[in-house]
């Protein structure tokens, strides 16, 4: 069953591979719907923020995106942590606090990997699903979970438990108990060769650590989805993220990256032998568009950058650094062109 199941996997992920079209059919992951409501703090579970020795508790530290980590800069301040997907907190407890909340399967797919040790990762416990919409592979990931009821390579449908609500993972307590969900695009199916060079600690959890994926914006994806139930995901993205900054990178030939994801490719028949290819990425790393280019580089370089008059690491993950309209990447962003390219 385990080797099916891999060989399963493998073709999945293939560059090539044809998917099923089909709409998505978004659920929410457990009961609480109030993402939905005028009172979304009702639907996000609060972070402790110390800033300048005040404390507080905002539930805006639980939503996607730049959301933790304050800093003052000479634009105000700005959040520079970025927040992969979203923490939903419970909507039931017993009577000692512990949450009761069922974890349900966003869409219909097909578990692909249930990490049931929640020492080996800041996720804690997590579950990945595998969803086949006909853009390329996305996962949907559950994490800080109690326990897993769901194994790998079983199919699931839309709503249906695979997980308990827990706090697992670095951080977490009972009172902060919630799970954070993400939707996620995969970089490389080469990760393990990319984490050997940059690591030496073990990688236990295959292509599926979270380092090798990149969370989109799951909650406006929700709202658009209840707005239009046959929005695609290359709709959304191209109507809900702007491009705010563009790398070009030494690299000929075709990228298994774009074959998987085809519908980021732009202007494709304007270079017949591509040399370079230059990525347009949101701020959170996101990938939105990839063009062919026929210039020789010895090294990436950052051809373009939304102008800000604070530093671009702030703003970008610590990918890129500089101000106003220049920027370069840093070794962070370095790496993380390795990995989308498989430059290693």
Request: glycine content about 10%; charged content about 15%; aromatic content about 12%.
């Given at each position: 069953?385990r080797?099916?199941?891999?060989v399963?996997?493998?073709?999945l ?9 089909g709409?998505?059919g ?6 609480n719907d ?13 972070t402790d ?10 539930w805006?530290?639980?939503t996607?995106?730049f ?10 301040i ?10 939903i ?7 000692s ?5 069922e ?9 692909v990997y249930?990490?049931?040790?929640s020492?080996l990762?800041n996720?804690g416990?997590?579950v ?17 979970l109690?326990?897993a009821?769901a ?11 695979i997980?308990?609500?827990g ?8 009172e902060?108990a919630?799970?954070?969900?993400e939707?996620?695009m995969?970089?490389?199916?080469h ?5 050997s ?8 959890h ?18 658009a ?6 929005i ?11 491009v705010?900054?563009r790398?070009?990178?030494?690299k000929?030939?075709?990228?298994d990256?774009?074959r998987?994801?085809?519908w980021l490719?732009?202007d ?7 040399k ?22 010895s090294?990436?370089?950052v051809t373009?950058?939304?102008p ?5 690491s ?15 990447l840093?070794?962070?962003g ?11």
């Open positions: 069953m080797t099916i199941f891999l399963t996997l493998a073709l992920l293939s560059p090539g591979t044809v998917l099923h079209a709409p998505l978004l659920v929410l992951p457990t009961e109030a993402i939905f409501s005028a009172d979304p703090s009702q639907f996000y579970m609060y923020r110390n800033f300048e020795g005040v404390q507080s508790k905002p805006e530290g639980g996607y995106g959301s933790r980590n304050q800093r003052r800069t000479s634009i105000g700005v959040y520079t942590r970025f927040h992969e997907g979203v923490d907190r419970p909507v039931r407890r017993d009577s606090g512990n949450p009761l909340d974890i349900r399967a966003i869409a219909n797919g097909t578990v249930v990490n049931s040790t020492s990762s996720y416990k997590y990945v699903v595998h969803h086949d919409w006909g853009e390329g592979p996305f996962f949907s990931l559950y994490a800080h109690s326990s009821t194994v790998a390579g079983q199919q699931v449908r839309a709503g249906e438990k997980a308990q609500m706090y697992t993972g670095a951080g977490l307590n009972r902060r919630h799970v954070h969900v939707l996620c995969i970089l490389s199916d990760f393990q060769r990319w984490y060079r940059h690591f030496t600690s073990e990688n236990h295959g292509i599926f650590s979270g380092i090798n994926l990149i969370g989109l914006d799951i909650a406006e994806l929700f709202k989805h209840r707005a239009n139930p046959n695609s995901i290359p709709q959304f993205l191209a109507s809900n993220t702007e705010h900054y790398v070009l990178v030494p000929s030939g075709q990228l990256f774009l998987r994801y085809p490719g732009r494709l028949n304007t270079v017949r032998n591509p370079s290819w230059e990525f347009g990425f949101a701020a959170t790393g996101v990938p939105l568009e990839v063009r062919p280019g026929s210039k020789s580089l090294h990436p370089v373009y950058v939304k800000s008059g604070t530093d671009h702030y703003l970008t993950s610590g990918r890129i650094t500089g101000t106003g309209n220049t920027a370069q840093t070794p962070s370095s790496r993380y062109m390795q990995l989308i390219t498989d430059s290693f």
